[in-house]
């Protein structure tokens, strides 16, 4: 047979024999890998599929104060704004990006040698058009100027309404107050104070223990109507030692205000004026500069207490919306439960943004309308919000 002819060129017979054994285990082997791999990838093709897990909420908190500030502060002047009084107390605190309340007292009222007035028409139209559209503000002190804890509640109650309502009249909206004569320490003129829709009340301490509103990990006061305030007032006035006389007194109580994370309310009377309860001209601007350069969240009482009382009933919901790739937006519901007219006070909240935000640009916006744009270089990041039940969107730009 001529080997050539089947194909099997430079095999004799005998040889071909003798490598057919090794060819054998060869193809075998060759077989059995194939069957390992068709197996494999049988297996692969049963397993079940994993679905990509979806992002949870973002963890989300209000902080205690509006902006993340360390601490709050109220500055409040118990008299009325008066355009061009020298020194110019409202353009000082303005140019140094502070804010402050004035009192109201609704009606004219004699007491003893010395006669409260209430206001006019040009005093309420320089508040109102020029110093609250600049973030200052008012808190209610009596239709009249009178000792509120030696009226009875019906007495008391029938002042503190009165009060409420002109201030309405007048276009304002009634949230603070402050006992005239810091008279408001019997629990039945709280109680009338309350009733009549007013939703905070100052007195006067000179008690250091006291200085503090809502230290620590406190989160509201621990009454509403018995708010504490500090006392300033020149040394020269009346030698009140106790009262905080000039700046050198007042910084270690600002400095141990923000170790306390508390709000402070100053009361002045007469800011460089030669009259009742009078605080120096040149320790008030050291004042102002020594509360500019810390960073408490200065805002009226009206703004500090909305806030607060917000705070204590605030529910969140953030919720990211998962786009291709990353996440496409994210929802954030803030409730408090209370009517949205009045509590109108955004809160300040603290989340986690998405990872693939960072140092992005997003928008804010609520039922279609375009509100804010902010950028954080990390993923915590802060925004402030009304708290009216309604859903805003976060949307990160392109």
């Known amino acids: 047979m001529n080997s050539k002819e089947n194909g099997l060129q430079g095999f004799a017979l005998n040889n071909l024999w003798r490598a057919l054994p090794s060819c054998v285990a060869m193809m075998a082997g060759a077989l059995l890998l ?33 902006d993340n500030h360390t601490a709050a502060i109220s500055i409040t002047n118990d008299d009325w704004p008066i355009r061009g009084r020298e020194p110019d107390i409202d353009s000082y605190v303005m140019e140094q990006g502070l804010v402050m309340g004035y009192e109201i007292v609704t009606r004219n009222s004699f007491n003893g040698d010395r006669i409260f007035s209430g206001p006019d028409d040009e005093r309420i139209a320089y508040l109102m058009s020029e110093l609250v559209p600049n973030g200052f503000s008012y808190f209610g002190h009596g239709h009249d100027h009178v000792d509120h804890d030696e009226l009875s509640y019906e007495e008391a109650f ?27 320490h019997e629990e039945e003129t709280q109680r009338a104070l309350e009733a009549s829709g007013f939703l905070s009340g100052r007195l006067q301490t000179l008690d250091p223990k006291r200085f503090y509103n809502i230290p620590g990990s406190r989160l509201a006061p621990d009454n509403w109507f018995g708010l504490q305030a500090l006392e300033m007032q020149s040394i020269e ?23 306390r994370t508390a709000w402070v309310i100053l009361t002045y009377h007469s800011i460089g004026q030669r009259h009742w309860g009078w605080y120096a001209w040149d320790e008030f601007r050291k004042d102002v500069q020594s509360i500019a350069a810390r960073d408490f969240w200065t805002a009226s009482m009206n703004d500090i207490t909305l806030y607060v009382r917000e705070r204590e009933n605030a529910e969140i919901k953030v919720e990211p919306v998962e786009g291709s790739p990353g996440t496409e937006s994210i929802t954030i519901t803030l409730s408090d439960g209370l009517e949205n007219v009045r509590f109108n006070q955004p809160l300040t909240i603290l989340f986690d943004q998405p990872k693939d935000w960072v ?40």
């Open 34 to 66: 194939l069957g390992v791999l068709v197996l494999a990838a049988g297996c692969r093709s049963q397993a079940p599929d994993v679905p990509t897990p979806t992002p949870g909420p973002l963890n989300a908190s209000v902080a205690k104060w509006f």
């Open 158 to 184: 029938q002042s503190f309404q009165a009060n409420y309502d002109t201030m309405e009249d007048w276009g304002m909206k009634p949230v603070a107050y402050a006992y005239p004569r810091s008279a408001g």
């Open 237 to 259: 006035f009346q030698d009140c030692r106790a009262c905080i006389n000039d700046n050198d007194e007042l910084t270690p109580i600002l400095d141990e205000a923000l170790v």
């Open 359 to 398: 140092g992005r640009p997003f928008t804010v916006s609520q039922d279609g309308e375009l509100l804010d744009e902010l950028v954080f270089d990390t993923e915590a990041a802060m925004i402030s919000l009304k708290p009216n039940e309604r859903p805003y969107t976060l949307r990160p730009r392109p």
